[in-house]
């Protein structure tokens, strides 16, 4: 197996224009007061869909009986039912800790931690955190060995493949980020153990190093992508989707397509061409489009998140391949307001999530929200 080393990627450093800001800071607006929360330091939970109309954590999402079932979707045109009402956590990350949040995944090992990556580039950097009642809390800084990114937007787990060790479960920490890149790279390390030494797990002044297992590329078979959503299937292969451009006002956009990348890297294959469904509540997908930030797949069922929402594709028969996944019933679940969704986890259950929020513009404190059944 290659050295990762010899596949270190050196990325220059991204631009934002002027137009990108007043967009960001009209999503602020759109976001509502649930920033003002998070600044404050304080745990925000209601029950979904209560009557604390003054939380826009409570009305993020309408709900409906839990008796409706989903409506099935094509591959075209999905439809959505809302979900039952939930509970909504939203905790404030400890300072100084991924405050880009750009992804994160569930631990195989310690189904109370959660790891996260930023998407600042540089050297390749995973944090971990344990979330109890009343909040999230460091649990480990892992810096890897000799590896740079320059837009690490995804993380997930998964097994290692065929191509790592057998009975271990991986992160894959994908550098897919950016509009117009020809190819992209998924950097996989043995999932850490979080422990309460610090010299194992690493703090965020004196991090722990991890060894790469293998950095793998792929490359686009068609034209340049954006991409922020990756997953992991039970082969080790890699789904990625696309994150088309924001739409002019008033137009549609393009569809979300789906890759399927081998496990050893290569060119990547267009499974299909959809649609995500537009959101019940459209606030900040009014200006950017309703464009997939992250994906996650969690038992029979694959979340994917946008600014606006969080879908559920649920498995319809135990066989069906994961790269069918746009074509099964799916549903709209009742999520948070954040300022800027853009990593999305499984609870493990079947039925929770979290979504890892970025700060968002003039903050400094990213933040997770919790969703429980």
Known sequence: MARPDAATRTPGLRRTSPAAVVVSLLITVLAGCSTGALAEGNRTSVPAGSA????????SRRTEPASEAPTASTAGSPDTTPAPARQ????????????EASGIARSAADPGVFFLVDDANGPATIDAVRLAPDGARRAGRWLVD????GNPEALATGSCGPRGPADTRCLYLGDIGEAD??????LRVAEPPVTDDPAASGTVDDPAVLVAQELVRFTYPDTPQDAESMAVDTD?????????RKPALGEQGDPVRLYRGDPGGGVLTLVTEFRLPAPLRPLQSRLVGVRPTDMAVDGDRVLVLTYDQVLEYRRPDPAAPLTDFPTWPVQELTSASLPQAEGIAGAGDGCGFVVASEAGPGGSVGSLATVTC
């Not at 604390?52 to 009305?59: D, K, N, R």
């Not at 890149?181 to 998924?186: C, E, L």
């Not at 080790?236 to 088309?244: D, E, F, N, T, V």
Request: net charge negative.
């Open 52 to 59: 604390a109309a003054a939380s826009p954590v409570s009305e």
């Open 88 to 99: 909504i956590s939203v905790f404030p990350l400890p300072a100084g800790l991924t405050p």
């Open 146 to 149: 000799q590896v740079t990114v």
């Open 181 to 186: 890149r020809d190819d992209i790279a998924v």
């Open 236 to 244: 080790g292969a890699m789904l990625i989707l696309s994150k088309p």
